[in-house]
């Protein structure tokens, strides 16, 4: 009878021992079992789309008394798979190697034996019958082997847009969480998972999607990190989702004087405080814009970009790293000259 501690997999190992001549005959099947995880819960939310800066109720549902994790992630950063979320095939992945068998450099994967069978089924087999096991050309290659097994860490579950609850859950198992969704236009991906003291893990089968989208809207691009005294361009897209052509002023804020415009001075010889372009934007489309500035001030400036139409309007405000130039460094090199054979 198969229990849910056989999950995810097991084996079957069956064998007898031959009358005639004492073989050992032996013979095995793996099978997948389900029981896993038996803590149910589900994620869901009362949007599917919203704007920027808008509240979302997310609805979880699990057992009463569970102990429950929630994250949201960025489209953007799920995208580069790193490896780092907790899914129901990562875990049935690293329980499988928790299985310690015997391995065989030599085994070509199509013949077995009875030795094999009970060696890769991490079974001990001490008998005076006849065990049938292929020639070692190496004794060393056939030896119990510990797998160096690579530690996945599930995630981080810090920052703004990732939260744990645990105390807002009811006797029924169901809770519900209001949260700001950030001011970044992407897709969050919120997943979550269950910890029972009886029944154990439990991870929702499928996340919920949140796409937070506007009709007219900023993207800028950025680089990690600029070098004070350098001349740089900030490239800004305005994007425009209606259905009419937008006439939009993109202003470049400037009142912390932490960096100069490197094509605009006032009559003074002074740094502006800002800069203005107007840009024409046809119905769904973009344009980009482009500013060169020149870094002041190290450490972390604001880069915080405007777009004013009679329609609609958008602002982003992003922090760009500001690292410094360096110094100058001198090198000597001495040089012998000889004089003695010259004609001068």
Not at 320 to 333: D, I, M, W
């Amino acid at each position: 009878m198969a229990v849910h501690r056989m999950a995810p997999k097991a084996r079957i190992l069956c064998y007898y021992v031959r009358e005639d001549n004492e073989e050992v005959v032996a013979d095995a099947m793996d099978f997948e079992v389900d029981g896993l995880f038996r803590t149910d819960v589900s994620i869901d939310t009362d949007l599917n789309k919203a704007e920027p800066g808008a509240q979302v109720a997310v609805r979880v549902n699990t057992k009463p008394d569970a102990w429950v994790g929630i994250v949201g992630v960025d489209q953007s950063v799920l995208l580069l798979k790193s490896g780092n979320d907790m899914t129901r095939e990562a875990v049935i992945q690293e329980l499988q190697t928790y299985d310690t068998t015997f391995t065989d450099n030599y085994w070509d994967g199509y013949t077995s034996n009875a030795q094999k069978l009970f060696n890769f089924s991490g079974v001990v087999v001490i008998s005076n019958g006849l065990v049938y096991k292929d020639y070692e050309h190496n004794p060393r290659h056939n030896h119990l082997v510990v797998h160096q097994r690579i530690r996945y860490a599930y995630g981080d579950w810090s920052g703004h847009c990732t939260h744990t609850y645990e105390k807002f859950f009811r006797s029924n198992g169901c809770a519900v969480i209001k949260s700001t969704i950030p001011d970044t236009i992407t897709s969050w991906f919120i997943s979550s998972f269950a910890m029972h003291m009886e029944t154990g893990l439990g991870i929702a089968p499928t996340p919920t999607k949140v796409t937070v989208f506007r009709p007219f809207f900023i993207k800028l691009s950025l680089p990690y990190s600029i070098i004070r005294g350098e001349k740089v361009a900030i490239e800004a897209i305005v994007f425009n989702y209606t259905t009419k052509p937008i006439q939009s002023e993109v202003v470049f804020d400037n009142k912390k004087q932490e960096f100069e415009f490197s094509d605009q001075l006032d009559i003074k010889g002074v740094n502006a405080s800002e800069k203005r372009q107007l840009v024409s934007i046809p119905a769904n489309d973009g344009v980009s814009v482009t500013f060169l500035i020149t870094p002041k001030t190290m450490g972390y400036i604001n880069i915080k970009l405007t777009a004013n139409s009679a329609m609609a309007g958008d602002s982003v405000l992003r922090k760009l790293l500001v690292k410094p130039e360096g110094q100058t460094q001198h090198f000597n090199q001495s040089v012998l000259v000889d004089l003695k054979e010259s004609a001068n």
